[in-house]
């Protein structure tokens, strides 16, 4: 009440950033990245949405607290229905269009995390390292598919 308190993400370290990107990520690296030591042991909660290059229509879910942590469908891109069956409400095609990009649309990394500690440039690096590189990428869909994925399939 007199000021001096220090706020807990003063205090304790505690931090926040949100990772995006508009490739998607060669599912086998990161399902390898998932499956390792996980930036130390500083990240508190992590969330979000990815996408994997050989799953082009379809949004995974990601939720990590502590030592826990799971992954699976999340649902299908806008991008990946007719516009003609969008909702035509205007506040959800506003939604849709703030997140839209040409030429994946809607299709795009979007993962939070939280932490102490938290070596930014490292985790977006590693992070980056499982985006499809610039001959991935230009290969096309029907290549992505090919590629090795260890997720288990969603329904």
């Not at 990009?101 to 070596?119: A, H, K, S, Y």
């Not at 980056?128 to 997720?151: M, N, R, T, Y």
Request: hydrophobic letters at 40%; charged letters at 25%.
């Amino acid at each position: 009440m007199r000021g001096e308190h220090v706020p807990e993400t003063e205090e304790y370290g505690i931090a926040s950033f949100a990772y995006h990107a508009r490739r998607p990520f060669h599912p086998q690296k990161f399902h390898d990245l998932l499956n390792q030591e996980w930036f130390g042991k500083g990240l508190l909660r992590s969330k979000g949405f990815f996408w994997l290059a050989t799953r082009p229509q379809a949004a995974g879910q990601w939720s990590q607290a502590g030592g826990i942590a799971h992954h699976g469908p999340a649902g299908v891109f806008w991008k990946a229905i007719p516009e003609e069956h969008w909702p035509t409400d205007p506040e959800t095609r506003q939604f849709i269009m703030e997140k839209w990009q040409e030429p994946f649309g809607d299709m795009r990394q979007e993962l939070v995390f939280i932490g102490q500690n938290l070596d930014q440039p490292r985790m977006r690096a590693a992070l980056d390292a499982c985006l499809l590189s610039e001959d991935e990428l230009v290969e096309g869909i029907e290549a992505w598919k090919q590629l090795p994925d260890p997720f288990p399939a969603w329904e």
